[in-house]
């Protein structure tokens, strides 16, 4: 058995996994997949991967691009949700913000610098046309730290995924102002450049298996539920994020990495792009 390590977000995204994990897919071939969760999202998970404390990773798109950019040695193995994220805009429901204008000049929570929260804070500021040089953040960690910032006043408005946080909203911890979906897929599968260099047949037979996965998916009898079930989730809101979800089989398109790229630079989240070869691994 060789042993893999990977590490994803606790969300609904990433059930494939799980299932191809607990029907024992990866054991058939050989590989001892070992999944942790990271509830701090995508900065942490850059770091793991810069530390090669883990070899594989579901990270956000735009996080990891960031992070290749400035350095770390990581490529993008596929793509891995095609659709985009659709990013909530959460305030505390004690506050006094009512739409997404007042919050020009508020200070936003991010789980860390880097992070999926930070990046598309610089997005959000973008589409609403505010001065993306007065942005202001608080480092959160979490959701849970979130909630305590919020609530706290330390921070005033925190950005996550939309079908993650309705729970909190529904609960009359969060309001919701609006959404700000990614232009662009949200979730690739990434590995380290050192273990892509040594284990090529193996990511081969790890893709085998979990586009297996995925394709299929939508078509698990009862999924719907079984999410719902797993992870806290209203049955409508389950139903409404799989018609708005597609799982990816493919490389990530070399003209939507230049689209990413351009829009990190744009932010000046990024000083330059390296050439493509850098970002996409050809398996």
């Not at 860390?112 to 942005?135: I, K, P, T, Y």
Request: with cysteine; charged share 20%.
């Amino acid at each position: 058995m060789k042993t893999v390590k990977i590490v994803g977000v606790p969300e609904h995204f990433n059930l494939p996994w799980h299932l191809a994990l607990e029907e024992g897919a990866f054991e058939d071939r050989g590989i001892d997949l070992q999944w942790e969760d990271i509830p701090e999202g995508t900065g942490r998970m850059c770091q793991l991967l810069s530390e090669n404390k883990t070899d594989l990773a579901i990270i956000l798109t735009e996080g990891i691009v960031k992070s290749i950019s400035e350095g770390n040695q990581v490529k993008i193995v596929q793509e891995y949700i095609a659709s985009p994220l659709l990013w909530g805009v959460h305030v505390s429901a004690q506050s006094d913000f009512e739409h997404l204008s007042d919050l020009r000049g508020a200070k936003a929570a991010i789980s860390r610098f880097g992070s999926g929260s930070h990046l598309m804070a610089f997005v959000q500021a973008q589409n609403e046309g505010w001065d993306l040089n007065a942005l202001q953040f608080e480092v959160i960690n979490d959701l849970e730290g979130a909630i305590k910032s919020l609530s706290e006043g330390t921070a005033d408005y925190f950005m996550w995924e939309h079908f993650t946080t309705k729970p909190i909203v529904d609960d009359g911890v969060f309001r919701r102002l609006g959404d700000c979906p990614t232009p662009w897929p949200c979730f690739m599968l990434v590995a380290t450049n050192g273990f892509l260099q040594e284990n090529k047949i193996l990511i081969t037979h790890i893709l085998e298996v979990i586009n297996l996965y995925t394709s299929e998916f939508k078509n698990i009898p009862s999924i719907d539920r079984t999410l719902a079930n797993r992870y806290g989730q209203k049955l409508e809101d389950i139903q409404t994020w799989l018609s708005l979800t597609s799982w990816s089989q493919q490389q990530l398109d070399s003209g939507v990495l230049e689209n990413v790229l351009d829009t990190l630079q744009q932010l000046k989240l990024i000083e330059k792009a390296l050439p493509l070869r850098h970002y996409l691994e050809d398996i």
